[in-house]
């Protein structure tokens, strides 16, 4: 079921999830659906359960040809539950980001470059995956909004935060910079 996503601004949206206790279960297995429906529905690259107002640790993402992203490389989809990611060096990199509950907007975010998460899928297997790139910066946006935190508040800069239709010229900049 396509589920109304919750905006910046709602305090929903600040909270920290609680862990899933019991994996799988019908309701992890409604959950996730609603999670894919909307995300789907919507142009996605991700969404996490806080932001159709559950509180639960559990994130989807997937990226395949992605108008809102055309330039990214394909992400398998998966459901990650109770996720845990490592920073795998300090290194990290500034690129641009949307959010769903961040509707219209779109700012340049620090990000490790790489890391590794683990974590289960819906049916309580394990994953564990080390990532790089538009992968890495997925997964951290997607695992923040587990604990309360939506991307603005990860930018150092916002002077590169702006609406989508205005911010090409921004993006054309910071990219061959
Ligand atoms: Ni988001």
Same mark, same amino acid.
């Given at each position: 079921? /396509?589920?109304?996503?919750?905006?910046?601004?709602?305090?929903?949206?600040?909270?920290?999830?609680?862990?899933?206790?019991?994996?799988?279960?019908?309701?992890?297995?409604?959950?996730?659906?609603? @999670? +894919?429906?909307?995300?789907? =529905?919507?142009?996605?690259?991700?969404?996490?359960?806080?932001? *159709?107002?559950?509180?639960?640790?559990?994130?989807?993402?997937?990226?395949?040809? #992605?108008?809102?992203?055309?330039?990214?490389?394909? /992400?398998? @989809?998966?459901?990650?539950? #109770?996720?845990? *990611?490592?920073?795998?060096?300090?290194?990290?990199?500034?690129?641009?980001? %949307?959010?769903?509950?961040?509707? %219209?907007?779109? %700012?340049?975010?620090?990000?490790?470059?790489?890391?590794?998460?683990?974590?289960?899928?819906?049916?309580?297997?394990? /994953?564990?995956?080390?990532?790089?790139?538009? =992968?890495?910066?997925?997964?951290?946006?997607?695992?923040? =909004?587990?604990?309360? /935190?939506?991307?603005?508040?990860?930018?150092?800069? +916002?002077?590169?935060?702006?609406?989508?239709?205005?911010?090409?010229?921004?993006?054309?900049?910071?990219?061959? %910079?």
């Amino acid at each position: 079921m /396509i589920r109304p996503v919750l905006r910046m601004g709602n305090p929903r949206l600040l909270e920290v999830a609680q862990a899933v206790s019991v994996c799988p279960s019908p309701a992890l297995d409604a959950l996730v659906a609603d @999670l +894919l429906d909307t995300m789907r =529905h919507l142009d996605g690259a991700g969404l996490a359960a806080p932001q *159709i107002g559950v509180s639960q640790r559990v994130v989807v993402f997937e990226v395949k040809s #992605n108008p809102r992203y055309p330039e990214a490389a394909p /992400i398998p @989809l998966t459901v990650l539950v #109770n996720p845990v *990611i490592t920073p795998l060096a300090d290194e990290q990199v500034e690129d641009w980001e %949307g959010c769903l509950s961040v509707p %219209g907007l779109r %700012g340049r975010v620090p990000r490790y470059r790489h890391v590794r998460y683990t974590g289960t899928d819906q049916f309580g297997e394990p /994953i564990d995956r080390t990532v790089s790139g538009f =992968h890495a910066r997925v997964v951290q946006h997607e695992c923040d =909004h587990l604990d309360g /935190i939506l991307y603005p508040r990860r930018m150092h800069d +916002l002077e590169y935060f702006g609406f989508e239709g205005e911010v090409a010229a921004l993006r054309a900049q910071t990219e061959q %910079g």
